[in-house]
């Protein structure tokens, strides 16, 4: 059975990226069974004229403007207006590979799924910095596979760079709360409602990420506290490879000290460990200056979250600070 997708993405300032990802869906080897809409989130610098501009180019692409709110609420004023029987999440600094929607028919109608997603890469046009971000962000030795890797060592989870699922799943299950992790919060009450989810491993989109480090740093750090309010709103979906962060920068910190204090040999399985990031770098990308950035970027993703992690643990759960969920975030149109 042939669907029909609306595309749903929320923008906050981003014209010359909405540029990118308005051209890649225009490129597209089949555009006849998806629309575009684009919910610009109360940006003072907005994307309305590169909307028009592929809209009059033949692109079935919306454009509505609302005020700032945050990008959960711009999501679900999307599902309000779209028309699909299924929705597709991007995130406006992604870029979609030509033949996106012709492989997403051929999956759905090979192996169906209520709700779906796929991995991200990056396109050869990306920075060498952009391209170690998304290995650090993707490799099995930094996150254990949890965003989309083949082999993974938890129930993969849908990310909002390259989401969907069913108008029955919105109907039943209801719009994204506003909060950090928005969409981790929305693959879980999927499954606790009941519906399928799955992984299509060949269905990737290029998502552009942080372009330096310093803005790489803080997305992880907020990424490892908000794993605290999923914990608070689902006790049962906290894992092992969710702490694995947090023992690592603790682990890194022991090796430092007692490698200053006792022997330097006490640093070789943390040097063992930078030297397997760097050569699986390498081999997948082809590249050593990639490979070289890889280093500090996967350090940065690990210290980062585990930080997060840590912080928000002791404030939360060991301090009893902030436990109050219906303060903390807004659901808004969730249920």
């Known amino acids: 059975m042939a669907h029909f997708y609306s595309v749903i993405i929320p923008v906050y300032n981003r014209p010359d990226e909405v540029e990118e990802l308005l051209r890649s869906l225009a490129e597209q080897t089949r555009r006849d069974n998806f629309e575009v809409i684009l919910v610009e989130d109360g940006s003072t610098v907005t994307c309305r ?43 406006s600094d992604c870029v979609i590979p030509r033949d996106y929607f012709e492989r997403l028919e051929e999956m759905q109608a090979r192996k169906p799924y209520d709700c779906f997603g796929g991995p991200d890469a990056a396109d050869a046009s990306f920075s060498t910095t952009q391209k170690a971000i998304n290995h650090a962000m993707t490799s099995f030795l930094t996150t254990g596979g949890i965003r989309g890797g083949k082999i993974s060592l938890e129930k993969f989870t849908p990310r909002t760079f390259n989401m969907g699922y069913s108008r029955e799943v919105y109907d039943r299950t209801g719009g994204f709360r506003e909060m950090f992790s928005e969409d981790i919060d929305m693959s879980t009450r999927i499954r606790h409602n009941g519906f399928t989810i799955g992984l299509y491993p060949d269905l990737p989109v290029y998502h552009k990420r942080r372009v330096d480090f310093r803005k790489f740093a803080r997305q992880v750090y907020v990424f490892g506290m908000s794993r605290i309010t999923l914990k608070l709103l689902y006790p049962d979906t906290m894992k092992l490879v969710h702490w694995l962060p947090a023992v690592f920068l603790m682990g890194s910190a022991a090796l430092l000290i007692l490698g200053c204090l006792c022997s330097p040999w006490w640093l070789l399985p943390l040097g063992v460990y930078l030297l397997a990031i760097f050569v699986a770098a390498l081999c997948a990308t082809r590249s050593a200056v990639i490979a070289l950035k890889a280093v500090p970027a996967s350090l940065i993703q690990l210290y980062g979250y585990g930080w997060g992690f840590l912080k928000a643990y002791f404030l939360k759960i060991i301090l009893r600070r902030g436990r109050d969920i219906n303060e903390e975030i807004s659901i808004r149109k969730g249920k």
Request: charged share 30%; hydrophobic share 35%.
């Open 49 to 91: 004229l590169q909307a028009e501009k592929y809209a009059a180019g033949g692109l079935d692409v919306k454009y509505f403007f609302k005020e700032n709110e945050g990008r959960s609420i711009a999501r679900n004023y999307g599902l309000e207006q779209a028309r699909g029987d299924y929705f597709i999440f991007f995130d």
